[in-house]
């Protein structure tokens, strides 16, 4: 079975540049989940779809940063403007709902922003 | 409040020796608990998962919750060179199939 794929693995960009991210789940997991992760913390959820609903957004800084989930599969994360606060891994994440339900990461995306 | 906390090391224990990873949380209606593996420049990759109280063990790995203390911990038996990461501990909550993570804890094993 094949895992989360995300690319790009590394991007480096000048502040108030624009980037994207994408991700594509395990096939058939209907939720997908991004994540911030700075270095020498525990991942942050930016966003989480159900399907290609939004089901939390609380902490995606909306100002720069958008997110979707077209079609309920494969899913783009933006920034834009960057800033350097932004620099960290961006982890895709996906799991089945269910009873026992467990979450897989992707191989990030690490940013870094000049 | 954190939902889920851990404290950030550095652990460390010499090679063959126990190492014990502990964590809590504040959600007292979770229902599942996790534990991921990330070394450094890599992703989390999970190696245990418990649902009940009591033990669960997996090869050198063995998983304890106490749903009462909220409280969840993991041990390595024989610590190898290779097991020194952060270890993350994650909480699924009640709600939306929402994963908390704590913030991890790094194990060094010495030769």
């Known amino acids: 079975e094949a895992g989360v794929a995300q690319s790009p693995r590394y991007k480096i960009i000048e502040k108030r540049q624009s980037v994207a991210f994408w991700c594509n789940p395990i096939?058939?997991?209907?939720?997908l989940y991004w994540y911030q992760q700075i270095l020498g913390q525990g991942p942050k959820l930016l966003i989480q779809?159900?399907?290609?609903?939004?089901?939390?957004d609380s902490q995606l800084p909306k100002d720069r940063f958008s997110a979707e989930r077209l079609k309920g599969v494969d899913s783009t994360l933006k920034i834009q403007p960057a800033k350097l606060e932004d620099s960290a891994v961006y982890l895709c994440a996906s799991s089945s709902p269910g009873l026992n339900e467990k979450l897989f990461f992707g191989s990030g995306t690490q940013l870094s922003v000049l | 409040q954190k939902e889920v906390e851990q404290n950030s090391g550095p652990l460390s224990v010499p090679e063959g020796a126990i190492a014990s990873l502990n964590c809590t949380y504040s959600?007292?209606?979770?229902?599942?608990f996790f534990w991921y593996r990330q070394y450094s420049g890599k992703s989390p990759e999970l190696i245990m998962f418990?649902?009940?109280?009591g033990d669960k063990e997996d090869g050198r790995f063995t998983a304890q919750l106490n749903k009462a203390s909220q409280y969840v911990s993991l041990l390595i038996r024989d610590s190898q060179p290779s097991d020194s990461a952060t270890y993350l501990c994650a909480v699924r909550g009640r709600n939306f199939n929402k994963f908390y993570f704590g913030s991890g804890t790094k194990l060094n094993v010495k030769p």
């Open positions: 418990i649902y009940s109280n």
């Open positions: 779809f159900q399907n290609n609903g939004v089901v939390d």
């Open positions: 096939s058939g997991h209907a939720t």
């Open positions: 959600d007292r209606g979770s229902q599942s």
